[in-house]
């Protein structure tokens, strides 16, 4: 079975600059989530999906972040424009519908972004 | 609002040694889950271990345990027979309102 995939495993960009993100989750997973870690930190959510509507954003930047996943499959995640503090890894992850506490969640190998 | 703490940065232990990973964790939701996660250097997270706030007894995984105290509010990662592929930062994370809450980690080095 294939994992959850990612491009671009890494991005360098200047501040003020626009970048992209892309996730491919794991075939049949509703949810998927983009994660925000910096260095030294945990993950700390950004948005989830459940299927193609959002479930919650609460902590997503929406000045400058956007996130959407239109077919309910595959997921982009932009930042426009880019600050210095942006600068961390983004990962995604996705997991099976659950109405329960058990929800392990799948993460791909994350992208790597530097703000200079 | 949830809270993991994780007050070991850093840890190192000899292989085939067991080591002990603590969490401390603060909710006020009555049901919750807790997690634990490996992440080498490559980057990916890998789930480990599940404990139920309402499961009796202790989870197991292989080498892996998780030592939970309700009352103290702790959940914490027993890995017995250290190897050297155990080496990584190892995150506790708790599910409540359908969200997962990450620590800060621990960096854990196994020695020869």
């Known amino acids: 079975e294939a994992g959850v995939a990612q491009s671009p495993r890494y991005k360098i960009i200047e501040k003020r600059q626009s970048v992209a993100f892309w996730c491919n989750p794991i075939s049949g997973h509703a949810t998927l989530y983009w994660y925000q870690q910096i260095l030294g930190q945990g993950p700390k959510l950004l948005i989830q999906f459940q299927n193609n509507g959002v479930v919650d954003d609460s902590q997503l930047p929406k000045d400058r972040f956007s996130a959407e996943r239109l077919k309910g499959v595959d997921s982009t995640l932009k930042i426009q424009p880019a600050k210095l503090e942006d600068s961390a890894v983004y990962l995604c992850?996705?997991?099976?519908?659950?109405?329960?506490?058990?929800?392990?969640?799948?993460f791909g190998p994350g992208t790597r972004l530097t703000v200079l | 609002a949830q809270k993991i703490t994780q007050t070991q940065p850093g840890m190192f232990v000899q292989e085939k040694e067991a080591v002990t990973l603590d969490c401390t964790y603060d909710t006020s939701d009555p049901s919750y889950g807790l997690f634990w996660y490996k992440q080498p250097s490559s980057g990916e997270m890998i789930f480990l271990i599940y404990q139920g706030s309402y499961d009796q007894q202790n989870a197991t995984e292989g080498r892996y345990s998780l030592n939970f105290q309700k009352a103290r509010k702790s959940a914490n990662l027993v890995i017995s027979a250290s190897q050297l592929g155990d080496s990584a930062m190892y995150f506790c994370?708790?599910?409540?309102?359908?969200?997962?809450?990450f620590g800060t980690g621990t960096q854990l080095k196994v020695e020869l």
């Open positions: 992850a996705s997991s099976l519908p659950t109405s329960g506490l058990y929800n392990e969640q799948f």
């Open positions: 994370a708790m599910m409540g309102g359908n969200k997962l809450t």
